[in-house]
């Protein structure tokens, strides 16, 4: 499992991988963060895609092309924004981990790289996303063993290390 999953410290837009994952907004029409780095990196051909697929609900997830990015994919997923937890946060948080990876494997990839979703503007807490991101990831990597790796991509050193500290816990 070790090789399978890793955790490094970087810029999602830089990772040439089968599919990179974009924590977007149910508009999937852009926005800041990571969406606007992925945009911004994609070029406008990659919002022309997105205008086709009429938005998405949260926790689902949508592919489209990479563009001018170096990854072939980009998949789409509003994550739930923090109302509190008790609006069923975790589960959709979940459901748009589970979902982007089946979309990218029902595409063919066998490489990706996810961004915490929902732990910026959607202000979900990190320890508990964490836990409930290396979770997913890690059922998803034992019931397809031919997914050969997936690495969340911490944008910063508190990310990454409340990353590194779920998969201690979870590994
Ligand atoms: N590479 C990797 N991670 C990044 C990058 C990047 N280039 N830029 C930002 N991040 C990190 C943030 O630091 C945070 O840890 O992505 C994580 C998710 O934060 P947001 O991008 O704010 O996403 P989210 O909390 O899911 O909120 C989504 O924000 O940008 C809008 O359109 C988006 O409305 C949607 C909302």
Redesign the pocket.
């Known amino acids: 499992m070790n090789g399978r999953f890793t955790i490094e410290q970087g810029?999602?837009?830089t990772y040439a991988v089968d599919a990179i994952v974009n924590?977007?907004?149910t508009t999937l029409l852009?926005?800041?963060?990571?969406?606007?780095?992925i945009h911004r990196a994609a070029g406008p051909d990659l919002l022309a895609e997105c205008r086709t697929l009429h938005g998405c609900d949260t926790g689902e997830a949508k592919i489209t092309g990479g563009y001018r990015l170096p990854a072939r994919y980009v998949v789409h997923t509003p994550?739930p924004i923090w109302h509190g937890g008790t609006h069923g946060e975790p589960q959709l948080l979940e459901n748009s981990y589970r979902n982007s990876l089946t979309a990218a494997w029902n595409a063919g990839c066998r490489t990706m790289a996810f961004?915490?979703?929902?732990?910026?503007?959607?202000r979900f807490p990190l320890d508990q996303a964490a836990h409930i991101a290396v979770r997913t990831i890690l059922d998803f990597l034992r019931e397809h063993p031919e997914m050969n790796r997936v690495t969340m991509?911490c944008?910063?050193s508190r990310?990454r290390r409340a990353y590194e500290s779920a998969y201690q816990k979870l590994r």
């Not at 852009?30 to 780095?37: E, I, L, T």
């Not at 961004?115 to 959607?122: A, D, E, K, L």
């Open positions: 810029d999602i837009t924590a977007a907004n852009g926005g800041g963060g990571v969406d606007g780095a994550g961004p915490s979703i929902s732990t910026g503007v959607y991509v944008f910063d990310t």
